[in-house]
C-alpha cells in the first residue's frame, strides 16, 4: 500500500493553489498546507501498518488494500469496517471531517452498483468499476465538489446568466469532455491527489449540461483551487493550538479553465436522473455519511473527554449542575455508543449490496449533530470559564 512518505511525494505536482489572490507554490511545505498534508500521510501508514486493522486483502487481485476504500457486503465487513474507520479517526481525534475515507466511501458504493451508472444514454459502469480499482490500488485521496455556486438559489444553473457559471459541458470531444466554470466546496482538495465532481442538488431537465459525474486530477491543466483563507499558519505552536498546528482542512472552490476529462474519468454524462441514481441508488450517500458519523462520534467522545477533564481538574464533576450536563450524559455512558451503533447497523438483511445502514436513522442522526456540538462546546466553556486566561503559552512552558 502506498506509504505516507509516497502520497506527500506525489503532491509535488504543478497545482495550481491560490490564497489571498497569490499561487501557492508547494503545497506539502506550505505552513497553510503542510500540517494537514502530515496529518493525511499519518494516517496512511497507520492504514499500511498491519496491526491497525485497516487494511485488508483484496479478494480481487490478492492485494493488500485500504479496507476503508471497499464496500462491505455483510453484516461482519460494516462491523470490520465501522472499526477501521473508528481507528483512523481516533488519529485525529474526530477533527477531520473530509479524510481519504470520507470520498473513499462514496466511490466503494458506488462500486457495488455499477448497474446505476448504466442507464443513460452511454454505459458508464466499466469506468466507475476501473475507477474503483485505481483507488484501491494507488490508495488515493478523494477529495469531492459537489455543491454548485451560490449564484441564486430561486434557479438552477441553467437560468443564471453568464456562460457556464457553475462547472457543465463547454465542449465534447471524441475523446473526452472539457469543462468549464465552477463548484464548491472541496474539502482537503488543496492535498488530496483527485477531485471527484457532480451535483448533489437537484437538477431539472433544462440543466443537463451540469449533470455530471467525472474525476480529475489535482494537477489537470486547467483546474484551479481558490482556498478559504486558512487558521493553520496562525498557530504560534502545537503546544498553544493542537488541533489548529494538525487539522486545518481548509476548503476550496473549484474552477474549471477548460479543463479537459477524458471519457474513462466520466461516469455520469448530462443525465439529471443519473446523479440521483448515483449519489441515492447505489447507496453511496447513506454510506459515506454513515463515515462521517463514526468520524464525529469520536470527535464528540473527544470534547466531552476535554470538558469532563476541565471539570475535573476544578473539582466541578460532583456539582449538580455537572450531572444535568448534556456533556457529562454524553461522557459518562459509553452504552449510548453501543445502542447507537446496534441500532443503525443491519441486522440480518442490508438495504442495498454495499450494506449501507438504515437510511432514516442515519439521517436523523445526521441532523442532530449541529445542535451536538455546540452543546458540547458549550459545555467545554461553562466548565473551563477564566481557565483559559491563566494557561501559560508554550512560550512560558
Ligand atoms: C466547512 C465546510 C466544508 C464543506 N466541505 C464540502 C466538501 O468537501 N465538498 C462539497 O462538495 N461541499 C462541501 N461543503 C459545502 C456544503 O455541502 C454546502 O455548504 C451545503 O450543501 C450548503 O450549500 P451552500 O453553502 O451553497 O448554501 P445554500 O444552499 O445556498 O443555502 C444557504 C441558505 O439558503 C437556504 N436555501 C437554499 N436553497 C433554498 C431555496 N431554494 N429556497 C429557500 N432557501 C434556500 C438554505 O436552507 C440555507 O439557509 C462544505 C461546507 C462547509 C461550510
Known amino acids: 500500500m502506498r506509504s505516507g512518505a509516497d502520497y506527500l511525494a506525489a503532491l509535488k505536482g504543478p497545482r495550481r493553489i491560490y490564497l489571498d489572490g497569490a499561487p501557492v507554490e508547494d503545497v506539502a511545505h506550505h ?22 486493522g485497516i487494511s485488508v486483502t483484496d479478494p480481487a487481485s490478492g492485494s493488500t488494500v485500504n479496507r476503508l476504500f471497499t464496500p462491505p457486503r455483510s453484516r461482519e465487513d460494516l462491523k470490520a469496517y465501522r472499526e477501521a474507520a473508528t481507528t483512523w479517526a481516533r488519529h485525529t481525534h474526530g477533527w477531520v471531517g473530509r479524510s481519504p475515507d470520507h470520498v473513499g466511501a462514496f466511490v466503494a458504493a458506488f462500486s457495488a452498483h455499477p448497474e446505476a451508472f448504466s442507464q443513460g444514454e452511454r454505459d458508464f459502469s466499466a469506468n466507475i468499476a476501473a475507477y474503483h480499482k485505481r483507488v484501491l490500488e494507488e490508495n488515493l485521496y ?69 449533470a455530471l459525474g467525472f474525476a480529475v486530477p489535482v494537477d489537470a491543466e486547467g483546474l484551479k483551487l481558490y482556498c478559504r483563507r ?56 447513506v454510506f459515506g455519511n454513515w463515515q462521517a458519523q463514526i468520524r464525529f462520534m469520536v470527535k464528540t467522545q473527544f470534547i466531552a473527554g476535554l470538558a469532563r477533564k476541565v471539570a475535573r481538574s476544578t473539582g466541578s464533576t460532583n456539582s449538580p449542575a455537572w450531572s444535568r450536563n ?37 439521517t436523523a442522526r445526521w441532523g442532530c449533530r449541529p445542535s451536538c456540538t455546540r452543546g458540547c462546546w458549550r459545555s467545554c466553556a461553562t466548565w473551563s470559564a477564566a481557565a483559559c486566561c491563566r494557561c501559560p503559552p508554550a512560550s512560558r512552558t
Open 142 to 210: 478523494v477529495s469531492y465538489a459537489i455543491i454548485p455556486p451560490q449564484v441564486s438559489r430561486a434557479t438552477t444553473a441553467h437560468a443564471w446568466e453568464g456562460d457556464l457559471i457553475q462547472a457543465g459541458v463547454a465542449e465534447e470531444r471524441e475523446d473526452g469532455i472539457v469543462i468549464r466554470g465552477a463548484q464548491m466546496l472541496a474539502t482537503g482538495g488543496a492535498v488530496a491527489d483527485e477531485i471527484f465532481v457532480s451535483c448533489i442538488k437537484p437538477l431539472g431537465p433544462e440543466d443537463a449540461d451540469f
Open 31 to 52: 505552513p497553510a498546507f503542510a500540517p494537514i498534508a502530515k496529518t493525511i500521510a499519518e494516517l496512511f501508514d497507520l492504514a499500511a501498518d498491519p496491526e491497525s
Open 326 to 362: 448534556s456533556v457529562s450524559w454524553l461522557a459518562s455512558r459509553p452504552l449510548w455508543n453501543r445502542r447507537y451503533w446496534r441500532r443503525n447497523t443491519p441486522r440480518s438483511r442490508t438495504r442495498t449490496a454495499c450494506g449501507a445502514p438504515v437510511l432514516v436513522r442515519c
Open 230 to 285: 486558512p487558521y493553520a499558519p496562525a498557530a504560534t505552536s502545537e503546544y498553544d493550538y493542537p488541533l489548529t498546528s494538525r487539522y486545518d482542512e481548509t476548503d476550496a472552490l473549484v474552477v474549471f479553465d477548460d479543463v479537459f476529462i477524458p471519457w474513462d474519468r466520466v461516469f455520469v454524462y448530462r443525465d439529471v436522473a443519473g446523479l440521483r441514481r448515483q449519489f441515492f441508488d447505489t447507496g453511496a450517500h
